[in-house]
């Protein structure tokens, strides 16, 4: 298995763009989670998903952030518009369950966004 | 407030050493704290689970203690390698009624040769 999968490794765009990150989760895996990495605030969940459907969103900074899951293996993160201070390292994730039924997540390799 | 703390000054150790990472949190009653490492570049990844009612967890070269007194877990390397260099980051599921990870800021080790 390839892990999970993101695109693009490295996005850098202007203020104000739209700016859609994409996410193929690990086959088999029920849970999807995206996560944002900044120096000072460290690795914060956004939203996650089970089984395609979004189950709490409320890490979601504004509602110029918005994910999608349309289906089993694809899921996007997209901000419009897009702000400087929304530059930070965005990871997927996936795991088969969750909580106390199952403890391990699959991280990806992250998109690192800058935003001029 | 909750919080979960990992001491953001980086650890550099000595080869064949044991490296000793803290992670305290204040706030909380978690049902397991977690251990992952982070390489430059790499997402993080899984190392060891605890649960609340276990005091201590190995493998291999790593162990882990948690005590929910102190609020408190500690993250062992014993005979540390240069290739242990990474960031390690400890998170918690923060009750027995939430699915949500909290994660901690992490802790950078260098081991040096």
């Known amino acids: 298995d390839a892990g999970v999968i993101q695109s693009p490794r490295h996005e850098v765009t202007e203020m104000g763009q739209e700016v859609t990150l994409r996410c193929k989760p690990i086959?088999?895996?029920?849970?999807l989670f995206w996560y944002r990495q900044t120096m000072m605030r460290g690795l914060e969940l956004l939203i996650y998903?089970?089984?395609?459907?979004?189950?709490?969103d409320s890490g979601m900074p504004e509602d110029r952030f918005s994910a999608k899951m349309p289906n089993a293996s694809f899921s996007t993160l997209k901000i419009q518009p897009s702000e400087p201070r929304d530059s930070a390292v965005y990871f997927c994730?996936?795991?088969?369950?969750?909580?106390?039924?199952?403890?391990?997540?699959?991280f990806g390799p992250g998109t690192r966004l800058t935003v001029l | 407030s909750q919080k979960i703390e990992q001491n953001s000054e980086a650890l550099n150790i000595q080869e064949g050493k044991t490296a000793t990472l803290t992670c305290n949190y204040t706030?909380?009653?978690?049902?397991?704290l977690q251990w992952y490492r982070q390489d430059p570049g790499r997402g993080p990844v899984f190392l060891l689970l605890i649960r609340e009612n276990e005091k201590e967890k190995r493998k291999e070269r790593l162990k882990v203690t948690f005590d929910t007194t102190l609020k408190q877990s500690l993250f062992h390397i014993t005979a540390s390698q240069p290739a242990d260099s990474a960031t390690y980051l400890c998170a918690l599921l923060p009750s027995y009624n939430t699915d949500k990870l909290i994660f901690g800021t992490g802790t950078r080790l260098q081991v040096f040769p």
């Open positions: 086959s088999g895996h029920d849970y």
């Open positions: 998903f089970n089984n395609n459907v979004p189950i709490d």
């Open positions: 706030n909380y009653s978690p049902a397991y």
């Open positions: 994730a996936s795991s088969p369950g969750l909580g106390l039924s199952y403890n391990e997540q699959f």
